[in-house]
T-cell receptor, first 119, second 115 residues
């Protein structure tokens, strides 16, 4: 069974188009993330949702809009695509675990990635 | 704020040789540390994690890492490299509390294994 799945795996589109990437997790986790991996393989967080609520919103252009219809799904919609949006986008999920003192860690499980190419 | 530095963007070893991938972190509070592996055209897979328990952490595929607070390091090692270990390796750090699970990644180390 696939734990974190993304569709599509590859997405090739023209500049100016609008596209969406879907992510689903069947791990029962309460938190989901979107990361962007650039051409140099650097990974940077974009967004995070906890129980359908946006909790992390990094300095990402507002052309990017995440949507979480339920805690098992986190979709990423991108408007007016630009050449610089070409990258691999990874979805991830985790379950917060609280420990003594109120701290927690989260081990994130990643999807296979969506390679977006903007022409 | 946290950050991660991986020394050496490329490491090459012979099959059977020791693998050592370096990771140094900066964090204002005790960190949680992770090593992930990325095989070509795949997502990231967790190799091992440090969450303030034992400082020597064993992971999958024979990898282990040691948390050294005095050196702010979390280097990844494997005694004997295998061809199947060739991949990109990422070190990552997160803090508890208010960071809401943000993972900060290093820039990755590409491991090549020669026959």
């Amino acid at each position: 069974d696939t734990a974190v799945s993304q569709t599509p795996k590859y997405l090739v589109t023209q500049m100016g188009n609008d596209k969406s990437i879907k992510c689903e997790q069947n791990l029962g986790h309460d938190t989901m993330y979107w990361y962007k991996q650039d051409s140099k393989k650097f990974l940077k967080i974009m967004f995070s949702y906890n129980n359908k609520e946006l909790i992390i919103n990094e300095t990402v252009p507002n052309r990017f809009s995440p949507k979480s219809p339920d805690k098992a799904h986190l979709n990423l919609h991108i408007n007016s695509l630009e050449l610089g949006d070409s990258a691999v986008y990874f979805c991830a999920s985790s379950q917060f675990e609280f420990r003594t003192g109120g701290t927690f860690y989260n081990e994130q499980f990643f999807g296979p990635g969506t390679r977006l190419t903007v022409l | 704020a946290q950050s991660v530095t991986q020394l050496g963007s490329h490491v090459s070893v012979s099959e059977g040789a020791l693998v050592l991938l370096r990771c140094n972190y900066s964090s204002s509070v005790p960190p949680y540390l992770f090593w992930y592996v990325q095989y070509p055209n795949q997502g990231l897979q967790l190799l091992l994690k440090y969450t303030s328990a034992a400082t020597l952490v064993k992971g999958i595929n024979g990898f282990e890492a040691e948390f050294k607070k005095s050196e702010t390091s979390f280097h990844l090692t494997k005694p004997s490299a295998h061809m199947s270990d060739a991949a990109e390796y990422f070190c990552a750090v997160t803090e508890g509390g208010s960071t809401l699970g943000r993972l900060y990644f290093g820039r990755g180390t590409q491991l090549t294994v020669w026959p």
